[in-house]
Nanobody, 127 residues
Framework: QVQLVQSGGGSVETGGSLILACEVSGFTYEKYSCITWFREPSEKEGEAVAAIYPADGDTYYSDSVKGRFAVSQDSAKSTIYLRMSTMTPEDTARYYC???????????????????WGLGTLVNVSS
């Protein structure tokens, strides 16, 4: 049974940093397996913000977080991290990690490719 267990998040002031973690179990990575972090603000459309392909370590970022967020994996590739820095109130959202199989590398941000999702974790950035 595939499980994605999220941890981290919480509240931070503008300019601060947070780390989210996504522990993946019950799944064997393949070449185009992909873990993407999506976020859902309460009053705006959601977006994919960062992704990693565990097999080769390739990473991708949305323009809204590029240079501020970093996605990585531990040596066992069982936990995926999203390190968020220089945060602003616009980063306030519920963040989800999601796992997809056979995801083309230019489609890392397309929800339709992702079958397994974490439960989400709230991130709040105060001004």
């Amino acid at each position: 049974q595939v499980q994605l267990v999220q941890s981290g998040g919480g509240s931070v002031e503008t300019g601060g940093s947070l780390i989210l973690a996504c522990e993946v179990s019950g799944f064997t990575y393949e070449k185009y397996s992909c873990i993407t972090w999506f976020r859902e603000p309460s009053e705006k459309e959601g977006e994919a913000v960062a992704a990693i392909y565990p097999a080769d370590g390739d990473t991708y970022y949305s323009d809204s977080v590029k240079g501020r967020f970093a996605v990585s994996q531990d040596s066992a590739k069982s936990t995926i991290y999203l390190r968020m820095s220089t945060m602003t109130p616009e980063d306030t959202a519920r963040y989800y990690c999601a796992l997809g199989r056979g995801v083309p590398k230019n489609w890392w941000d397309r929800r339709s490719w992702f079958s397994f999702w974490g439960l989400g974790t709230l991130v709040n950035v105060s001004s």
